[in-house]
Each structure stands twice: as C-alpha cells, then as structure tokens.
C-alpha cells in the first residue's frame, strides 16, 4: 500500500469524542454526515481543508476513550488515507484494522502541518517529502496488511467466505 498526502497535526490524547463528538455518533448512521464532523473540536474547519488521500498525524494514546466504530468510520469517509502517530489506543487500533483505516505507528517529532507525506505500508517506510527525510515506522504484520488491502476485515470475509490469510 503506497499513500500519499498533506498533514493534519495534533497532539496527544486525542479520544473518540474528539475524533467524532457524541453529539452527533447517536443521532445518524450516515458516515458521511459524520464525516463532517471528524475532528471539529479539536479543529473546526478540519472537514474544509482535508483532501482525498490527506493524514492525520498526531502524539501518543490516539483514539482512546470508548470503543465505537464510528470514529474510523467517520475518518475514512472524510478521505483520510490513514492515521500517523506515536501510539494508538488498542482497541482503537483494532477498529481501524477492522474498518480497513491504515494505522502508522512512528516517531511523529519529524512532521509538522501540511507537510506532505509519502507512506509505503508494506516496506515499512514514511518519506516526509516536504523535508526530504525518511521516518521508519513500525511494519504491520501481513495479516494486518492482508486485511487492509481487502477495506477491512467484513469486505476480507466477504471475499473469501472465511478468515484466509495466505
């Protein structure tokens, strides 16, 4: 999986009420009405400025708090290409893996707002194309790859009738 994209930064401790605020998680099923909303009280104008492919890059503990899918859901349908941090909350984790969101656990000192990333998933590299350098993150294993590669693990099954991971 190669992504590419600009940056959207934030810090530590991002919960899933920032990721997407309970006021809206109960009111609709739509993700992308959701979507609007991803990260508005962190950010308010975050849904205007993300584009198609962009990151959210962010510090340790990223999606902690509850455990609902909606806050991947939500982040994949904004078009978020994956989530870049230091550390992820494990059950957050498991959502997004679950949901087909690309998670890339790194160093994220080195990236700053709007620097534009490229991220090769299954080489387990990050190119900040805006300094020129490049960061090692932590490799998913092949099965986390696997099911990533098929929009997560429901699509995974559908295609295979079974949990084939070979």
Same mark, same amino acid.
Do not use: W
């Given at each position: ?33 959701l979507?609007k ?10 849904y ?12 340790k ?7 609902? /899918? ?6 994949i ?20 893996i679950?949901?087909?969101l690309?998670?890339? /656990? ?17 080489k ?7 300094k020129?350098?490049?960061? /090692? ?11 990533l590669?098929?929009?997560?693990l ?9 949990f084939?991971?070979?």
């Open positions: 999986m190669d992504l590419k994209g600009k940056t959207h930064k934030f810090g530590d401790d991002v919960n899933t009420d920032y990721i997407i605020s309970g006021r809206y998680k109960f009111k609709t099923l739509d993700m992308r009405e979507a909303h991803v990260m508005e009280d962190l950010d308010p104008d975050f205007d400025k993300v584009n198609k492919g962009d990151f959210i890059v962010a510090g503990n990223f999606g902690c708090g509850s455990s609902r /899918e909606q806050a991947p859901l939500a982040i349908n904004a078009d978020v290409s994956a989530v870049i941090a230091k550390s992820f909350a494990r059950i957050f984790y498991r959502n997004c679950n949901t087909g690309p998670l890339v /656990e790194c160093n994220t000192d080195l990236i700053d707002e709007n620097d534009e990333l490229q991220v090769e998933l299954d387990g590299v990050l190119h900040n194309l805006t020129n350098i490049d960061i /090692e993150i932590t490799p998913l294993p092949p099965v986390m790859l696997k099911i590669s098929d929009g997560g429901v699509e995974h099954f559908k295609k295979y009738g079974t084939n991971f070979d």
